[in-house]
């Protein structure tokens, strides 16, 4: 049996999004077993910085988060400032921190979480540019390949996804926090 038979995944991301970002982890977690669900603000499809395309399975309006087990917020600055910006994708992500459930985000994918308001007292590693609104939102900013703090993984950059994906499985097999 893989670890995340049974688990339901969302992956938060819109146009501009780092292509790797999405498809290694997405490789990684419905290679172990989970379903994953790509969670949109775009209908029909989404394209990477590098031109990889995407099918949005739900719009984020319109999807529960309720019925997820876990979150990947992929990065791409394009991605990230967009995605940031839309109250329904904020609220979205917000549900997982408010019930204990665990969120993977590396990159530039971390600003969301500034504007979910759920930072303070957590530590988390990104792209280096964001360590100062991450601290202004209440995070203390660690320069790691990956940093686990009570369910949220976070790393830099598409060189960290080997130790990202790996901490993603562990964290999403034990599930709530």
Request: proline fraction near 5%; charge should be negative.
């Amino acid at each position: 049996m893989a670890e995340l038979d049974g688990k339901r995944v969302a992956f938060l991301l819109t146009n501009g999004y780092e292509d790797s970002e999405l498809t290694s982890p997405w490789e990684a977690v419905t290679e172990a077993g989970a379903q994953a669900t790509l969670v949109s603000p775009e209908r029909g499809t989404i394209e990477g910085k590098k031109g990889h395309q995407a099918k949005v399975d739900e719009l984020v309006a319109d999807a529960d988060p309720a019925a997820f087990d876990a979150l990947v917020l992929p990065g791409g600055v394009v991605n990230a400032d967009k995605i940031r910006m839309d109250e329904d994708a904020v609220a979205f992500t917000r549900h997982f921190f408010d019930e204990g459930k665990p969120v993977g985000v590396i990159c530039h994918g971390g600003w969301i979480l500034a504007d979910a308001e759920v930072l303070k007292g957590r530590t988390l590693t990104s792209y280096p540019s964001l360590k100062t609104d991450l601290r202004n939102a209440g995070a203390t900013w660690v320069d790691e390949e990956v940093h686990v703090d009570d369910g949220l993984v976070s790393s830099r950059t598409p060189k960290d996804l080997p130790a990202f994906n790996a901490k993603l499985i562990e964290e999403f097999a034990e599930g709530r926090h």
